[in-house]
């Protein structure tokens, strides 16, 4: 998920962007048990992409491979760490042939380190990097987060590389490689986590949905389901307390400062619920935010999707397919205003473009049916 992930969000800011797959296809293709190669999955992270089809255990096609990206400006790899060298497609090989080329690979663990030939799985990472052990409730068991975080948050980071990269070239005229992992993501999101260990203060532990450095910020019950409240600082938690019903919290020794209430969280807890559990999420909401305090509705993805901001926001768009009809899909939450992003152009089916792309790098027909007809190319 990581590479592709990365690779969309170029082709959202306009790259012209090639997918290399296997005769078989990408496996996503198939997840959820689609048929016919076009599952929602493929489409979720493919979208806006050219696609081709390359058997890579074939010189022939590496041979394409390589003349592609003699004119790239970016290349993405998602393999694990010896799969590209192996192939003769590493950075060194690529980048003689194009110096200028940014060369992007992104694994489980990196490539480098006694982990770097471990396979990239993002529950495997979020379990090593810490993640699963500050995720779930105090009581409970390690959980994953409800996202791919480390995926995700691994082809982000390969994306600000890459854009990075991009910039220090136009000065310099030379690419560079980037490496990065998912195991890494996962640590490097752990900011708070990260700062509460290294001060000292112990190993995190699971916190639900309370915040490890400020209290109150964390759910609360109502009569009808649960909000999201942060009145996190003096004046927040002040007029939350009065909002409550019990402005002497704020004189209170065990909460009368942020370092207190932090300590005291399970008690302050308590009380909050004792008060919010009694009346519904909706009058608590118009309350607190006539109040000033922060708050939200715990909302699940039909509420979230449906709430008017988001659609004021085109967080989901329409995009036609071919073989799946008119679907419904993630929009971008970057809004450019010289150069906006194109969120609704569709993933490729399997070698759509295969023909296409290869004329782009200057094969002749007859050099695309000769590549097809060993095997080479689909």
Partial sequence: MAGPYCAMLLADMGARVIKVEPPAGDSTRAMAG???????????????????????TQEAARDVFVRLARSADILVENFRPGVMARLGLDYPRLAAENP???????????????????????????????VMSVTGEPDGPPVKAGIPITDLG?????????????????????????????????????????TEYFSGRGVPARMGSAHRMVAPYQAFRCADGFINVGAANQRTFGRFAALLGHPEWTSDARFSTSGARVANRASLSTLIEAVTAAEPRDIWIARLEGAGVPCGPILDYAEAFAHPQAEARQMSVHVDHPRLGPTRALGTPLKLSATPLDPVRRAPMLGEHTDEVLAWAGYSDDEIEQLRAAGAVL
């Avoid at 048929?35 to 050219?50: E, L």
């Avoid at 992007?104 to 810490?130: H, R």
Wanted: hydrophobic residues 45%.
């Fill in 154 to 194: 691994a082809g982000l980071f390969a994306l600000a590389g890459i854009l990075a990269a991009l910039h220090w070239r136009t000065g310099s005229g030379r690419g560079q490689h980037i490496d990065t992992s998912l195991f890494e993501a996962g640590l490097a999101l752990s900011v708070w986590e990260a």
């Fill in 100 to 130: 200028r080329l940014i060369y992007a690979s992104i694994s489980g663990f990196g490539q480098t380190g006694p982990e770097a030939g471990k396979g990239g799985f993002d529950l495997v990472a979020q379990g090593m990097s810490g």
């Fill in 34 to 56: 689609a048929q016919g190669g076009d599952s929602a999955a493929f489409g979720a992270v493919n979208r806006g992409k050219r696609g081709v089809v390359l058997d890579l």
